[in-house]
């Protein structure tokens, strides 16, 4: 193929709820298909949900972004930190060891731990709203400050600094903010962090933060670098994507109210319906890209050492051959193999916070404020086509 002849990749939707046209037409036409990025650089784009897997478990692609293959979706502003990876590049034997570090602050029984304090933040914010006036925006009414605070507590990060890394980290993951602002956001914020940590060295308190410092200490394993690096990763991974799938939860069942009443009589099938609605929309869609490190066959097409791939993850969601009807919104689908949350060694440490955070938004939501609605007609809800997760910048509603 000439360099002309390779698309350009759309990386905005034009349907609120559906993946750009042409990622579906790669799908038919060239399940693995050469892509030209916005960077100028081209990559391997895949689409089929089998294909996603299998790359995502194969040791030969790497995570690093230091490879000049890696295929980044805007200039690099992150250039190494201070030497040292953060967890979501890492490869191999170094990303294991710093996951199984910390893996234990994340499971299903841990995140159920939080599930009375994760209760309570949401029934505060929901009563200010009731009390305040309205319309309110949703976002910043309850999307954004419910996983905010939660990942405070959770690291031991003083909420009351939730202004300052809440601008920064949205900065970060924007592909429109010029160069200059987002690298200035991420000085600031490593700046904050690194004082923060220094601080946890002094005086461990009891959050994951604290105890990490004593735990890598004891195990004679500990560095600054290292824990500034962690604490960078999951203070941004944990809030941006947990608000945006808050508000575009709520949009979909309020856009489908048969699906909600049902939801509402029987509310033990939450969970799934998160499952369903992580698999709906997707919202890292072009979040996770790889690197050959060999020469590989993939689904039949022979990917060179030091070529990218992006995983168009939510066309491998909506494949046919694993999901039926997968445009349709199915809350009672009951599927878990989605890769909304990516798949192999690298998938969402947070996820099992995420589902709980969700399941507990929507239920309570709804129940306090059965006659929530929008408040402006829904083409004019500003969705976030400019950033590198998918969510809404406001979301005005009313009851
Ligand atoms: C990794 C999505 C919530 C922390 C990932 C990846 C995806 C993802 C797709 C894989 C990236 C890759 O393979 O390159 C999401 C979505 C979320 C969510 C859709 C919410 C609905 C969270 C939360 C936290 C978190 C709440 C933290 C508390 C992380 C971390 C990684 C990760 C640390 C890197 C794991 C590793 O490299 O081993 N997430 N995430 N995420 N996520 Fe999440």
Request: with cysteine; glycine share 6%; net charge negative.
């Amino acid at each position: 193929m000439t360099a002309d002849a390779i698309p350009s990749l759309d990386i905005v939707r034009t349907c609120p709820y559906a993946p750009p046209a042409q990622h579906r037409s790669f799908r038919q036409e060239a399940p693995i298909a050469k892509v030209k990025l916005p960077t100028g650089a081209t990559a391997w784009a895949i689409t089929r949900h089998e294909d996603i897997r299998t790359l995502l478990s194969d040791p030969r692609f790497s995570a690093s972004r230091k490879n000049p293959g890696f295929p980044h979706l805007s200039p690099l502003v992150m250039p190494a930190l201070n030497g040292k990876p953060l967890l979501i590049e890492m490869d191999g034997q170094e990303h294991a060891a710093a996951r199984r570090a910390v893996v234990g602050e994340f499971t299903v029984k841990r995140a159920a731990a939080l599930t009375a304090r994760i209760q309570q933040i949401v029934d505060e914010h929901i009563d200010a709203m009731l009390a305040g006036p309205r319309p309110v925006d949703l976002v910043q009414a309850l999307s954004l400050p419910v996983p905010s605070l939660v990942i405070c507590e959770l690291l031991g990060v003083p909420y009351a600094d939730h202004g300052f890394f809440q601008a920064r980290s949205a900065l970060l993951v924007s592909r429109e903010a010029p160069l200059e602002a987002k690298g200035l956001a991420f000085f600031e914020l490593l700046s904050y962090l690194d004082k923060l940590v220094t601080d946890k060295e002094q005086n461990p308190t009891d959050d994951l933060l604290g105890r990490q410092v004593l735990k890598l200490r004891e195990e004679g394993t500990y560095d600054h670098e290292s824990m500034l690096n962690l604490s960078f990763i999951l203070l941004i991974a944990g809030h941006e994507t947990t608000a945006n799938m808050i508000s575009l939860s709520t949009l979909a069942l309020l856009k489908n109210p048969e699906k909600l009443a049902a939801l509402r009589q029987n509310p033990e099938k939450t969970l799934a319906a998160v499952e369903e609605l992580l698999r709906y929309f997707t919202i890292a869609e072009l979040g996770v890209g790889r690197v050959a490190t060999e020469d590989v066959e993939l689904g039949g097409v022979l990917i060179r050492a030091g070529e990218g791939v992006v995983v168009l993850a939510n066309i491998g969601n909506r494949d046919p051959e694993v999901f039926r009807d997968a445009d349709e919104l199915d809350l009672e689908r009951g599927a878990r193999n989605h890769v909304a949350f990516g798949f192999g060694a690298h998938q969402c440490l947070g996820q099992n916070l995420a589902r709980i955070e969700l399941q507990i938004v929507l239920d309570t939501l709804f129940r306090r404020i059965p006659e929530l609605r929008l408040a402006v007609p829904e083409e004019k809800l500003p969705f976030k086509s400019d950033a590198l997760v998918y969510g809404l910048h406001e979301f005005p509603v009313t009851w």
